[in-house]
């Protein structure tokens, strides 16, 4: 009997005594890689050493899906995790990762990947086609309680095939122009030999050391305390064209300091050696201590062209008081985000205008600003009942209920920006209630909705700006999804429906200008700020490369991880003879030259 049928696009085989179905490759298929792009590290990188960080709060999970994994310290994690491709972070083309080749379908909607032979998991397992399959159905899966996860696996990748233990294919739910399609796809995979899904899957993997496809691992946890990594001495990737000279570190050690003014403490006394400067009053105020004087700490400033993330305030309009439009865009007026830029912010920052900035036909640049204007904030909110000032000066409604809002932030170095809104805000007779919640707790405070507003600003990851988990109403009402404003609007939801599935991207771009219009009409986000620099002061003997910072570095100039969605991290090195050097000034009370430094390779135009 003849064991093999073909169809088109698939296969049916015998395995095992039984007919089973398998993808094929499509004959015309035209294979893709990259090893041309021009490489972004230092020749002069060192290895070896010990990089100490800190962070304001402990994890609340080391998961990366499902409840509470989406803090801050999930960037450690994922960013140690390979996908099947990366972005270069100056060019922008893609380059190898855990796949060597691409192809697209002429549907352009499928993609095909050949996966690097080499690659293997942390623990010294083989990465394969499994994986990847395996992944997919994890991220479908109810077990790990990830909504996001869960639509984005069922409505924006709607298949991943096997062809054979080293070949996979991916197919987008809908046909994308090329790079949109090549981000859709780039997939992270997931270990099958060490997962068990099942219905105890998230207090089961809480804690868990997951083995990684990147150059770390974590070595030791001290719950509450820090995490330390450490550097795989045969990792499978070093040698490759993009990770040259990158990754250069041995150990990563992350302490949790809660109060940065006691964490500046320590790294002028040298138990840090990077301390991250891109809020102003740290940059022009107390980086002048005597280590900087006499130059045994430099500060670094590079400018960048990346996009920006959303920052501002998000109002949960599921609160009775914030469902009327007329407050909301009262509040609009009351916030002055001018005077905190010019006073607390030294002018360094520029007034964000839109929710996501510098996405070019993306953004919608032409949206009228809502400056502070004390009588239109009063004229809309005795639109919206509240008419008549107490004996404090904040408005009230018939009721005698007062015009406050509560702010829910948890960044304390954010108190100065917000204390100017308060006083700011009164005028116009609003009462701002400022809530300081620790770090991951207060994260894990707006994913369940208890705020009236929340401070705070998003990454600008990605190649486009990302609409659903944010506004869409599958979203609302809803804990653990980030519509962080309970917004359930139908025209809303029509236009990011259309976005998410539109495939000319002249078109797609004027969808998302119509999105940040509608997301302006119903007046439920306060712009803040946005800047294009990334800046931090470091100990002399922590080096990089001559053009400090990459066109897409993250917000950390000295990040020493991968990066997402460009490859852009992993640039810093520490050289023995400058720490040396370094430490016999310090002990003799002399100076050394300032390398300090301000990079404009990157400077938008």
């Given at each position: ?24 490759l ?16 230092s020749?002069?990188a ?10 304001d ?46 192809a ?5 909607q ?19 086609a ?15 309680k ?5 639509n ?8 991943v ?112 050696d ?6 102003p ?5 107390k ?32 609160n009775p ?12 007026h ?21 929710f ?17 204007e ?25 009721r ?8 829910t932030?948890a960044t ?13 805000a ?14 991951a ?54 236009l ?24 302006y ?9 946005q800047l ?26 000295y ?6 969605p460009?490859?852009?991290g ?28 301000v ?7």
């Open positions: 009997m003849n064991n093999k049928i073909k169809w088109i696009g698939a296969v049916f085989l015998v395995v095992n005594g039984s007919w089973v179905w398998a993808a094929s499509p004959a015309d298929l035209k294979w893709e890689t990259n090893d041309t792009d021009p490489t972004f590290a020749p002069q060192l290895p070896g050493g010990t990089l100490n960080m800190f962070v709060s402990f994890p609340l999970t080391f998961r990366t899906v499902g409840p509470d994994s989406n803090g801050a310290f999930r960037s450690y994690i994922l960013d140690n995790q390979l996908r099947l491709i990366s972005f270069h972070p100056n060019t922008g083309n893609p380059i190898p990762s855990l796949a060597t080749h691409w697209i379908a002429q549907d352009n499928t993609v095909y990947f050949k996966l690097d032979p080499r690659a293997k998991w942390s623990d010294g397992k083989p990465v394969t499994d994986d990847y399959t395996f992944g997919y159905e994890m991220m479908r899966s109810k077990h790990i990830g909504p996001w996860f869960n984005y696996y069922t409505n924006e990748v709607v298949a095939d096997k062809i054979d233990p080293h070949t996979i294919l991916v197919k987008a739910g809908n046909p994308k122009a090329k790079l949109d399609l090549l981000n859709t796809t780039e997939l992270w995979p997931q270990p099958r030999h060490f997962y068990q899904l099942d219905a105890n899957w998230v207090k089961k993997y809480n804690w868990a050391l997951v083995p990684t496809t990147g150059p770390y691992v974590m070595t030791e946890v001290k719950k509450g305390k820090s995490v330390t990594f450490s550097k795989q001495k045969e990792w499978w990737a070093r040698d490759d064209r993009y990770n040259q000279h990158r990754f250069n570190v041995d150990t990563i050690k992350v302490q949790v300091i809660r109060d940065r003014n006691i964490a500046f403490r320590h790294f002028l006394k040298g138990e840090f990077t301390f991250e400067m891109l809020l009053n740290w940059w022009h105020e980086a002048n201590t005597q280590e900087y004087k006499q130059g045994l700490v430099k500060k670094v400033m590079a400018m960048t062209d990346t996009k920006q993330g959303a920052q501002g305030l998000h109002l949960n309009i599921a008081k914030l469902a009327d439009l007329n407050v909301r865009l009262g509040i609009q009351a916030i002055n985000i001018d005077k905190m830029i010019k006073t607390v912010l030294y002018g360094d920052y520029q007034r964000a205008t839109t996501d900035s510098g996405f070019g036909p993306f953004t919608e640049v032409d949206l009228p600003g809502r400056g502070y004390i009588s239109k904030a009063r004229d809309y909110f005795a639109k919206g009942g509240f008419d008549q000032a107490g004996p404090d000066g904040i408005l009230r409604n018939a005698g209920e007062r015009l406050s809002l509560a702010i932030y304390a170095e954010h108190t100065k920006r917000l204390t100017v809104l308060k006083e700011e009164k005028k116009a007779g609003l009462d701002l209630e400022l809530n300081l919640v620790d770090g707790t207060g994260f894990k405070v707006m994913l369940e909705k208890k705020h009236e507003a929340a401070w705070l600003g998003w990454g600008g990851g990605g190649l486009y700006p990302q609409y659903w988990e944010f506004f869409h109403s599958d979203n609302a009402n809803k804990p653990q999804t980030n519509n962080f404003f309970n917004v359930a609007d139908q025209q809303l939801d029509g990011i429906d259309r976005y998410g599935s539109e495939f000319d991207i002249e078109t797609r771009a004027s969808l998302s200008r119509q999105i940040q219009q509608r997301i009409d119903l007046a439920i986000f306060v712009p803040g700020a294009n620099y990334v800046r931090a002061s470091a100990w002399r003997y922590v080096m990089l490369p001559e053009v400090p910072a990459t066109k897409n570095s993250p917000d950390l100039l990040w020493p991880m991968d990066g997402y460009y490859s852009s992993g640039l810093l090195w520490l050289d023995p003879k400058v720490r040396q050097q370094t430490e016999q000034a310090r002990g003799a009370g002399e100076s050394l030259p300032s390398q300090d430094m990079d404009k390779t990157h400077a938008r135009s």
